[in-house]
């Protein structure tokens, strides 16, 4: 199972932001426990504002009137927003009825996650957020602190991509990708790429967040935003889930190792050491 990673949460920011900026919310109801606790009493959230939604790696932020909301898609949730939804299922597990429309959480695995923090900078949002990198799709996304980064890291470049601490939200579909991108083998050193390799790294990471987003994410199995629908980039993969499958470049066949327990795709041709 492919858990909704950087794209994939902000395909869902960008599909309900602006139509639940100002509601205030009527009614909270909790389904089976998730990986963490609301934190508060649902009741207590009772007409509060939703003032934005902005988003931290793979959080959504719903800052209210008074404390903030932390929604984590897990493994396999989805976030719905709509005006009229159908009765909560099995797998719904929060619900928060506003003024604008009703806001669900759907997760069949239960490793999603909504927690209440009085505000980013309290301890409960700090745990989650505080060891989060730099955000790839933003100007603090610079070069040189990147490869200074790099330097210090002796873990293979695949990995040090999925650890989030030196840039956040390059999951495991994206980082086989950024690395097709930029022609570097996934098991190559990070400390050991020179810094004009970097520099491509460095630019395919953004192209490609950039490019996800703007194809509506990935849907491999059950991904989709909050008007429901699915993502289109996996069907313009390079090599992510096509192993034995012709390189698009060179027509090598894409090889698949594991990595840290993950799936990594690459062209033994294309992507040098």
């Given amino acids: 199972m492919t858990m909704p990673e950087l794209p994939e949460v902000e395909v869902t920011r960008l599909s309900f932001a602006d139509r639940i900026a100002g509601a205030t919310i009527a ?40 404390g ?21 299922g099995k797998h719904d597990h929060f619900e928060m009825q506003t003024t604008l429309g009703t806001l669900r959480l759907n997760d069949p695995r239960r490793f999603g996650a909504v927690v209440y923090a009085p505000s980013e900078s309290d301890p409960i949002a700090q745990k989650l957020l505080g060891h ?3 955000e790839p799709l933003g100007d603090a996304f610079e070069f040189s602190a990147f490869h200074v980064a790099l330097k210090a890291r002796q873990t293979a470049i695949k990995q040090v991509l999925l650890g989030g601490e030196i840039v956040v939200g390059v999951g495991n579909i994206y980082a086989s990708e950024t690395l097709f991108l930029a022609g570097i083998r996934p098991t190559v050193s990070a400390a050991k790429i020179s810094k004009p390799r970097a520099a491509l790294l460095h630019a395919a990471i953004t192209q490609v967040l950039a490019q996800a987003v703007a194809k509506g994410g990935s849907t491999l199995r059950d991904f989709s935003n909050a008007h429901g629908e699915q993502g289109h980039f996996q069907l313009d993969a390079m090599v992510y889930d096509r192993a034995g499958l012709p390189c698009r ?13 993950r799936s990594t795709f690459y062209c033994a041709n294309c992507q040098k050491p």
Wanted: some cysteine; proline content about 5%.
């Fill in 27 to 66: 009614s909270v109801t909790m389904g089976k426990p998730l990986r963490w606790v609301l934190g508060c009493a649902p009741e207590s959230l009772l007409g509060r504002q939703v003032l934005q939604v902005r988003r931290r790696g793979k959080y959504l932020l719903l800052d209210l009137s008074h």
């Fill in 68 to 88: 903030l909301l932390l929604v984590h898609l897990g493994m396999s949730g989805s976030v719905v927003f709509a005006e009229h939804l159908p009765a909560l």
């Fill in 249 to 261: 470049r060179c027509e090598a066949p894409i090889r698949r190792i594991v990595q840290g327990q």
């Fill in 132 to 134: 989060l990198g730099v």
